[in-house]
T-cell receptor, first 116, second 112 residues
Framework: DAGVIQSPRHEVTEMGQEVTLRCKPISGHDYLFWYRQTMMRGLELLIYFNNNVPIDDSGMPEDRFSAKMPNASFSTLKIQPSEPRDSAVYFC??????????????FGAGTRLSVL | SQELEQSPQSLIVQEGKNLTINCTSSKTLYGLYWYKQKYGEGLIFLMMLQKGGEEKSHEKITAKLDEKKQQSSLHITASQPSHAGIYLCGADTTDSWGKFQFGAGTQVVVTP
């Protein structure tokens, strides 16, 4: 398996523009996670899905952020409109389950977002 | 509040020397996971601990879990340049079931 695949790797956009980040999880993994990493706040869980259904989105910072998982092999994280404070590295991860060894999460390479 | 505290925040070690990183949880642990991250890259899973007293090793990296102290330590023996990076601990805790928590990370620099 190729692992978790994220695109794009880098995104530079202007304030107010819509940004869409994409993720393909590892085949067979039932859980998908979106994280944001910044120097100030470290690695934060934004939302996670189980079998394509959003389970907990309490980490999503504002209504400007939305995430979808239309099928088992694809998820998107959208920011509309984007703001400079959204600049961060966004990671997608997937895992087979939630308990013990099944909760070993495998991370994509991340998308580095810069909002000017 | 930060549930997982890592120490130190950063350390510089001479090649060939040993180093230890600690991760302490304020909540009961169900599982403790160690990851490594290189700049500009994603997190790589190292090992997972579940039971008190459990110890696991992979090459020159050893991790232990002290259940009473709700603490885990990561020890690297005879460090090499390849050990440089950021080490993060992550955990399932009683209050965060399904919401994986990460520590702030420890940056390791290995000098010649």
């Amino acid at each position: 398996d190729a692992g978790v695949i994220q695109s794009p790797r880098h995104e530079v956009t202007e304030m107010g523009q819509e940004v869409t980040l994409r993720c393909k999880p590892i085949s067979g993994h039932d859980y998908l996670f979106w994280y944001r990493q910044t120097m100030m706040r470290g690695l934060e869980l934004l939302i996670y899905f189980n079998n394509n259904v959003p389970i907990d989105d309490s980490g999503m910072p504002e209504d400007r952020f939305s995430a979808k998982m239309p099928n088992a092999s694809f998820s998107t994280l959208k920011i509309q409109p984007s703001e400079p404070r959204d600049s961060a590295v966004y990671f997608c991860a997937s895992s087979p389950g939630l308990a013990g060894p099944k909760n070993i999460q495998y991370f994509g390479a991340g998308t580095r977002l810069s909002v000017l | 509040s930060q549930e997982l505290e890592q120490s130190p925040q950063s350390l510089i070690v001479q090649e060939g020397k040993n180093l230890t990183i600690n991760c302490t949880s304020s909540k009961t642990l169900y599982g403790l996971y160690w990851y490594k991250q290189k700049y500009g890259e994603g997190l790589i899973f190292l090992m997972m601990l579940q039971k008190g007293g459990e110890e696991k090793s992979h090459e020159k990296i050893t991790a232990k879990l002290d259940e009473k102290k709700q603490q885990s330590s990561l020890h690297i023996t005879a460090s090499q340049p390849s050990h440089a990076g950021i080490y993060l601990c992550g955990a399932d805790t009683t209050d965060s079931w399904g919401k994986f928590q990460f520590g702030a990370g420890t940056q390791v620099v290995v000098t010649p």
